[in-house]
Each structure stands twice: as C-alpha cells, then as structure tokens.
C-alpha cells in the first residue's frame, strides 16, 4: 500500500472515531464526566485531523 492510501485510510478513521465521539456527546446529557471526557477525546481528533490534513495537502 502506498503512503497516500494509507494517509487516506488513517483520515478515514479518524472521521470515523470523530463520528463516534460526536454521536456519544449527543447521549451524555446526564453524564457530566462522560462529556468532559469526550471534549479532551474531540480536541485529540482535531490535532489528529489538522496532521493528517496538513500532510494530504501536500
């Protein structure tokens, strides 16, 4: 597998797990700590996302 399939790969999962994160967040109205956990875990993903981005630009 070349270097740009698997950047393209790893962007997909990272969407995916941004998905999951996002439904999670919608659910945790009754768990507080739950949501602060999936804040840090979203701000994770975003630097995951602006590497991969940054290197898919290229």
Known sequence: M???NELVE???KI???KKAALE???M???FPALSRNLARV???LKMLELNI???LDL
Request: net charge negative.
């Open 2 to 4: 070349t270097q740009q």
């Open 10 to 12: 790893m962007d997909a």
């Open 15 to 17: 969407q995916t797990m």
């Open 24 to 26: 999670l967040e919608s």
């Open 28 to 30: 945790a109205d009754d």
């Open 42 to 44: 979203l701000s994770s």
């Open 53 to 55: 981005t940054d290197i």
